[in-house]
């Protein structure tokens, strides 16, 4: 058993991302960089949540082998098991029962205030309850195992928010039992696609998977969005302006940065071989992540063998808290007698 799991005076951390597959740059930059650096600092759950993605259009022939790919991308973008605990949320069905606790705290009025519901909701003729009460099992997966910070993109801080209110809330009525957690955004900022898009998404197919070989990565960032004002390739160019430029800040080699930037002012380097430079870079970041994949690929057994210890550990939290959380809602009716 790992030692820094159980110091107790590391602040608990759980954040979720959708079984999607294969991560791609957007979800690295965005999300799973910043996972793999508080692994060393905070005690952190990192769960797949396939109860999330079961709610819209997922296919459920796919989701298996979604699931489990998003495993493997997890470890291969360098969360270590002996560090931090990676499980699949429908292994702990503990969650559901919370969240339907948590249904009888909180306002119909809060969840269709999400912006997210309001964008999604738009999209169905009959919308189904479980998009709206999506933020309540979000509060759960956090909740359950009393975490104190959530990493997340700008877009989920209302979720967050909402979950604060519901443990306040459920403290108030039930006695205090969950922390209040606090939501840790990157510094990051948007991450816009490489069509420009405001949003980088597998599904828009504007970004590069991170197991993405070469060619791969050139032909996603060749076609890249730049300074739409550079049209000649001698014009100067406004990296402040630029997705590349930014890009470049990112997850380019640091050292070449200023360089970069002189020459794209000064209009001495095309924007082309600035994207050159930027795909060989991304190249080189991803490489060891195809090479740890390949390796966990040839050994599925382990990566099934790491996502059971990882349910074993947040099941034995999860099974705590919803025991004191049944007993403060008078559900453990035998303890009468
Ligand atoms: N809603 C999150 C997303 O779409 C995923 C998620 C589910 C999550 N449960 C979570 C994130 C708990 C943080 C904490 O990105």
Redesign the pocket.
């Known amino acids: 058993m790992n030692k820094r799991i159980e110091d107790k005076s590391r602040k608990r951390v759980?954040?979720?991302?959708?079984p999607t597959g294969e991560v791609h740059l957007g979800n690295y930059l965005g999300a799973l960089r910043q996972w793999v650096e508080m692994q060393d600092h905070y005690d952190c759950f990192y769960?797949i949540?396939d109860q999330?993605a079961i709610l819209g259009d997922g296919d459920p022939a796919t989701l298996p082998s979604r699931t489990v790919e998003m495993a493997i991308s997890l470890l291969s973008v360098g969360l270590d098991p002996e560090k931090c605990t990676i499980f699949v949320?429908s292994d702990v069905p503990e969650h559901l029962e919370l969240s339907w606790m948590f249904n009888t705290v909180a306002p119909v009025g809060d969840l269709e205030r999400m912006t997210?519901y309001k964008d999604k909701s738009a999209r169905y003729d009959s919308i189904p309850a479980g998009l709206l009460n999506?933020?309540i099992?979000?509060a759960a997966?956090?909740l359950i195992y009393r975490a104190e910070a959530?990493?997340?993109?700008e877009?989920?801080k209302q979720?967050?928010e909402l979950t604060r209110d519901i443990a306040r809330k459920w403290n108030a009525r039930y006695g205090e039992l969950f922390p209040e957690p606090e939501a840790i955004v990157p510094s990051v900022g948007r991450i816009r696609g490489l069509d420009g898009n405001k949003k980088m998404s597998k599904s828009l197919g504007n970004t590069v998977g991170i197991f993405s070989e070469q060619e791969e990565v050139w032909s996603g960032i060749r076609t890249a969005v730049t300074d739409p004002q550079r049209i000649r390739k001698d014009d100067p160019g406004r990296p402040e302006v630029c997705n590349v430029f930014s890009l470049h800040r990112l997850i380019g080699d640091q050292g070449k940065i200023s360089d970069i930037e002189i020459q794209c002012l000064a209009g001495s380097r095309g924007c082309v071989d600035c994207k050159k430079i930027l795909s060989d870079d991304v190249v080189n970041q991803f490489a060891p992540f195809r090479e740890k994949a390949e390796y966990y690929r040839s050994d599925i057994n382990q990566v099934l063998g790491l996502l059971e210890s990882g349910r074993d550990k947040a099941r034995k939290i999860a099974r705590d808290t919803l025991k004191e959380a049944r007993q403060k809602m008078g559900l453990d009716w035998r303890s009468i007698f």
């Open positions: 759980l954040s979720g991302i959708q769960s949540v999330h949320q997210q999506y933020p099992l979000q997966d956090i959530v990493p997340v993109g877009d989920q979720h967050l």
